[in-house]
């Protein structure tokens, strides 16, 4: 039972992270929230949602190969780690690079 609520959870949490970028880059971007110190260019904004894509891909590679190592509920039991760690980068990030690192780590688990 445990699996599949944690194989549901992580079906949410990548959709949480993929629609992240929508409404954050638009407050990122335009500067007047003084509370969080990212302020971000057009370019900037660009690279931060559209590096995942790489992630990805990278991700997938990884997995293919260490799957069948440590078989699929645990990996699935490993995403999660990742995830929390990222969600914790995306509410203490000070800078673009921590931005963009954090993305990439949810999507190459």
């Given at each position: 039972m445990l699996f599949y609520l944690e194989g549901n959870l992580g079906m949410l949490s990548v959709g949480?992270?993929?629609?992240?970028t929508s409404p954050s880059l638009a407050v990122l971007m335009q500067g007047k929230d003084e509370g969080y110190p990212i302020h971000l260019t057009p370019q900037e904004a660009a690279w931060v949602a559209s590096?995942?894509?790489?992630?990805g891909?990278?991700?997938a590679?990884?997995?293919?190969?260490i799957i069948n190592i440590f078989?699929?509920?645990?990996?699935?039991l490993f995403t999660a780690?990742?995830?929390?760690?990222?969600?914790l980068m995306i509410?203490?990030?000070t800078s673009l690079t921590v931005s963009i690192?954090?993305?990439n780590i949810v999507f190459t688990s």
């Amino acid at each position: 039972m445990l699996f599949y609520l944690e194989g549901n959870l992580g079906m949410l949490s990548v959709g949480q992270f993929l629609g992240w970028t929508s409404p954050s880059l638009a407050v990122l971007m335009q500067g007047k929230d003084e509370g969080y110190p990212i302020h971000l260019t057009p370019q900037e904004a660009a690279w931060v949602a559209s590096l995942p894509t790489l992630g990805g891909i990278a991700g997938a590679i990884i997995c293919a190969v260490i799957i069948n190592i440590f078989g699929r509920k645990n990996i699935m039991l490993f995403t999660a780690i990742p995830s929390i760690i990222s969600w914790l980068m995306i509410a203490f990030a000070t800078s673009l690079t921590v931005s963009i690192l954090k993305k990439n780590i949810v999507f190459t688990s």
